[in-house]
């Protein structure tokens, strides 16, 4: 890409080139907001897996299917929504107006490009109105809401663990203390896990509104997108160190891992002599 910083400034010399980056900018975007909201699904499945273990209807829900459902499911909805926001664009061909300012970094504004790209009538029409609707609404649903859910999902599992007491009446003390230990560290790590994901999402939605209340080329405008890029730089760090740090966290993701890769454990029985080798195996041929 020209400007891999800001999709207003797509421009070739080939058309195809023109669609090809405006699909490669709706991939990242689709691919950006299903991090979040998956994020917040596994927090949601995570605090009722924990909270209503003893109850029926959500005795599934640690089962892999359920994960690869919400997943079609957040990837669906996710994929809808960023095929309305690219229909913004319509690909020109030696447009008559300058480009924006924020394109002034990588390219010559007061050139002229063979294809490039405007928005379409029905986002600049009354003002932008649709575009700054869709732009507060997507900040919104993509990031504050979220940030708040993941909060308060995280306080709700904390207190219950919390209030969680190993049994004392079929462990001994060292499995008892063995046991708080591994509760202490999990809790911290969630703790954390939430912290890193609230201070990366919700700079984001901020910037995000201001870019609803000012025009693309207003300084403020410019500077927003070098925060964008900072902050979605601590938001891939954050994606990448969060399922590392749950397959370190417990066994149970690790099992989950190998069960949906459709790998097992054998499990290993020992033979001391002939005949515990044959009632091993008529065992395990009953």
Request: with cysteine; aromatic share 12%.
């Amino acid at each position: 890409m020209v400007d891999r910083e800001n999709s207003d400034c797509m421009t070739s010399d080939f058309q195809f080139k023109i669609y090809m980056d405006i699909f490669v900018w709706g991939i990242n975007t689709s691919f950006r907001r299903c991090g979040c909201w998956l994020g917040v699904l596994m927090a949601t499945v995570r605090y009722l897996i924990v909270k209503k273990v003893t109850v029926s209807r959500y005795g599934n829900w640690s089962q892999a299917s359920v994960g690869w459902i919400m997943i079609l499911v957040v990837f669906v909805v996710s994929g809808l929504q960023t095929t309305f926001y690219q229909s913004r664009w319509i690909v020109v061909e030696n447009r008559s107006v300058p480009l924006p300012l924020i394109c002034a970094d990588f390219q010559n504004i007061y050139s002229s490009p063979q294809f490039s790209v405007i928005l379409s009538p029905f986002f600049t029409s009354d003002e932008q109105i649709v575009m700054k609707s869709y732009l507060m609404l997507d900040a919104i649903l993509t990031k504050f809401l979220p940030c708040i859910a993941f909060s308060v999902l995280t306080i709700l599992l904390v207190r219950f663990l919390q209030k969680l007491k190993p049994s004392v009446n079929n462990t001994g003390r060292n499995n008892q203390e063995s046991t708080e230990e591994r509760k202490d560290l999990t809790t911290k790590l969630i703790v954390f896990l939430s912290f890193t994901f609230f201070l990366t999402e919700a700079p984001l939605g901020v910037i995000y509104l201001v870019k609803v209340f000012y025009r693309r080329n207003d300084p403020i405008s410019i500077l927003s997108t070098d925060f964008v890029i900072y902050f979605t730089l601590l938001v891939t760090v954050n994606s990448i160190l969060h399922p590392i740090f749950c397959v370190f966290m417990s066994s149970q993701y690790r099992n989950t891992i190998r069960t949906m890769c459709g790998v097992t454990k054998k499990a290993k029985t020992p033979v001391k002599n002939k005949t515990s080798a044959v009632s091993v195996q008529g065992i395990q041929m009953t």
